[in-house]
T-cell receptor
Framework: GQQLNQSPQSMFIQEGEDVSMNCTSS?????WLWYKQDPGEGPVLLIA?????ELTSNGRLTAQFGITRKDSFLNISASIPSDVGIYFC?????????????FGKGTHLIIQP | KAGVTQTPRYLIKTRGQQVTLSCSPI?????VSWYQQTPGQGLQFLFEYFSETQRNKGNFPGRFSGRQFSNSRSEMNVSTLELGDSALYLC???????????FGSGTRLTVV
């Protein structure tokens, strides 16, 4: 099946720093989704991307849909303590299918005071 | 606007038992999906229901089943529980699945 590889697996940063993470696949995705999950909660949709090359912002978050349609990037500017959590990329299989959303393994963001 | 509601939040069951988890989607959402989240395997798709019909199913054994009612509420059932079924079970609803799901807070199932 399709797999999404997220990197880095974890990030230890200082408050105020910018954060970059990415997601790659060997298969083409027509939609890229970025979710954040806080401990004990379900994932929350941050940004959805629908078109190759698309750059979309949501406050301090910016995500891009890679031109090859096999990757996506998420940047967080000026990190704050509430940014701590696990960030997942996800996408539906091309043309639909039996697998639902495919999720990456996540990037754990830890902010040191 | 109420979000996706999952009940119960926590559950402890014994091996061999069966369990039923419930999910109430956002009002107006007709698509409901279920995911299993474990530290080792991450988030894995279980199945999706739309208008009371199972549209998609992931690669899980037949012990995992679900259904959707006419009011879009959904239940999933796991029979003959195994230790490896311990996980966070997440339900998500959507108007149109390609536009991103809204997840509930999940049911934490522990099998002992």
């Amino acid at each position: 099946g399709q797999q999404l590889n997220q990197s880095p697996q974890s990030m230890f940063i200082q408050e105020g720093e910018d954060v970059s993470m990415n997601c790659t696949s060997s298969s083409i995705f027509n939609t890229w989704l970025w979710y954040k999950q806080d401990p004990g909660e379900g994932p929350v949709l941050l940004i959805a991307l629908y078109k190759a090359g698309e750059l979309t912002s949501n406050g301090r978050l910016t995500a891009q849909f890679g031109i090859t349609r096999k990757d996506s990037f998420l940047n967080i500017s000026a990190s704050i303590p509430s940014d701590v959590g696990i960030y997942f990329c996800a996408g539906p299989p091309r043309g639909g299918g039996a697998d639902g959303l495919t999720f990456g393994k996540g990037t754990h963001l830890i902010i040191q005071p | 606007k109420a979000g996706v509601t999952q009940t119960p939040r926590y559950l402890i069951k014994t091996r061999g038992q069966q369990v039923t988890l419930s999910c109430s989607p956002i009002s107006g959402h007709r698509s409901v999906s279920w995911y299993q989240q474990t530290p080792g395997q991450g988030l894995q798709f279980l199945f999706e229901y739309f208008s009371e019909t199972q549209r998609n199913k992931g690669n899980f054994p037949g012990r995992f089943s679900g259904r959707q009612f006419s009011n879009s509420r959904s239940e999933m059932n796991v029979s003959t529980l195994e230790l490896g079924d311990s996980a966070l079970y997440l339900c998500a609803s959507s108007l149109e699945w390609t536009y991103g799901y809204t997840f509930g807070s999940g049911t934490r199932l522990t099998v002992v």
